[in-house]
């Protein structure tokens, strides 16, 4: 009975939040047409749709504080449309507020603890203002004490990030078309499988025939491509159009905008690229921390905008394309740009020479840590998230994220990422008889490993790489591989990055780049920090993936066995 | 007894009865239950057959740096990658190289699939509650929560979940080993 209901909240909450993002979208939109001058009819009565449908849902569960939110919400916007000015500001940003509250006591629902006091006092809020609207014409003076009074209550939409549910656990919504594609491939898989058994009955019984082979031949193509759709499908399934993230910046910017006193334009482009709906909601983060800084550091004031020649409401760019089988996202503003000596000058502070860096590498130095919190001076960024963690989390998704600026012209971040996360490009190694997989967006170089260019200083080993010192260890020895051999006679480096981190794995081979399919592991490998899954190689064999974050970080600190002239004895002893 | 079965009729039969009773109506008392059974060393030891899902020849195991001792590695069942676990270690035998006789015995847990190594599978036994004891004290076969006689041997009666849950007290149990 408890799961039943649960399952019934579920489903109530996954189809009541996008109602109330969409709502919240359409604020937006109103508040854009009452600015630009415009029918505003359609807008609000597609608003009081949305909240109607969210007040029938909730009522029908038993949600009544949500139904009261929902209710009131419809009563703002009946009336917000007659009044003027100041009535009109205050009861549009009790809407925008409204809206949030709705999404966090939807999102409440899940947890079963849907607070009735927030829902109440905004009730009662959305009352008196309604009330106090009506009877007195609201002076400056009340506007202002409403406002406190507002301050005083604590925002619901404190962090929108929680709206998600996508961690693993969440619902795909599926056209029914593609249900209907879908039986259909599994309806041919298993009609050339019939095909394919009966061949196998003649070859079992000795009657097999010349034409069997091409039969055969036929079917296996035809199997093949059948059973690649559906994987296609299916993939698709988990797919969601970037749009969905994009749109969320549309109130934060707002807000962020008003909150500084500047005028921001967002843009969104290709919001209709299909991203794995895992990626999306990993991606908001990021997202947020990027647009943040750019707020923070690029845009410039109105009149310094002007005193350049540029217009003065600025604008950030959110854009998505499909490039090679990949997601290109960028997130792009008009402001300053990079400042360049001021990166570099921080960098110098903290005994990094940068004399020989070129101006790409020196831009790159904004995703090391210390030095991205080092430049977030604002009480905006700096939320605790530097670019180095952006970067990171980037790369444990599979991608690879760079930076672009032109000094006074703007700066652009420019994320490549994987369309799906079920798919990324790997490098396969081998080492001590053993194989792994690296996902390439951690790996800089791969080089052969000779004795000429390594060394141990203090039983930490150092390859040189690009007139730089990187640690490095032996790849046997971190996996816990059962060979003897020594890193000194590992004949390649693998050249890690992760974060600001840098790590060289030695390793016996490794192949090319391909296309690897992600496989979880099961819970009971959590404490294998150094896996972060595993795939299955054209052969059937299973290979672990390599957690490159915890993989860096244990380089970062291994030593050579405590003897080395000892280790080398060992190996000798192997020799003979 | 028959130790040396062949599995593939048991397999396909296993799968079959799967297909055909996966949730059956209420168990009464007296009602017979089937066990899957195989070997630890000497030891014959039963799992319900609800719980397994295929018995399959021991795959390649790909080790997972830093996996827990029970746990070989990971293997791949038609695409699925599922975990591999010692169950001679799960249950207090000493670890053993898997032979020819290995076989990995799938079972499903809560949801979760895992690869059990056994030393060999052996039958699949019919018992009536009646037929089952509780374990002599202490149990020869830890997690054991029946036995059931077939002439002068025991079958130990468990279930998939006891053998993988971890054992706080497993250090102190001392191995089977030397009972050889």
Redesign the interface.
Known sequence: MEELFASLVKDFVDETAPIAQEVGGLLLKLEGVWTAGGDAKPVVRAIRGGLHTIKGNSAMMGLAPIARVAHALEDICAEVGTRQGREQALLSQLLFEGCDLLGVLIQAALVGGVDATSADTFVLRARQAMDGATATPATSDSVEARSHVEAAVPPPAAEPSTVEGEDGRGTARIADRDVDDLLELAGETIVGQTQLARVHGRLARGQFEASDLVLMDQLLTELGRTTREMRHKLLRVRLAPIATLFRRFGRFLRDLARERGQAIELCIEGGDTAVDRAIISRLYEPLVHIVRNAVAHGIESADERTSHGKPAKAQILLSARLREGRVQVCIADDGRGLDLRAIAAKANAQGMDTSALSERDIQRLIFQAGLSTAISVSNLAGRGVGLDVVASVVQSLGGTIDVRGASGRGTVFVLDLPVTVSLQKALIFGVDS?TFAIPAGFILDTMESREKNMQSINRVLLVSWRGDFVRAVDAGR???CQGLAQAWARPYAIILQAGNKRGALLVDWFSGVQEIVV?P?????A?????AG?T?LAQ?????ILDCVEVVRRTSVALLPESSSEAKVEASYDVF | MSSEANTEPLLAFADALLASSEREPGRAAGEIRQYVTFFLRDDEIGIPILQCREIVRALAITRVPEAPDHVRGVVNLRGRVLPAVDTRKCLGYDAATPTVRSRLLVVEVAGRAFALLVDRVARILKLAAADITTPPEPAKVRAAIGVARDGESMIYLTDAERILRPEPAAEVQPTRSDEA
Request: glycine share 10%.
């Open positions: 053993e971190l996996l816990g496989k592991l099961d819970a009971c490998l404490a294998c920090r150094m896996v595993a299955v059937g064999r299973v290979v672990p």
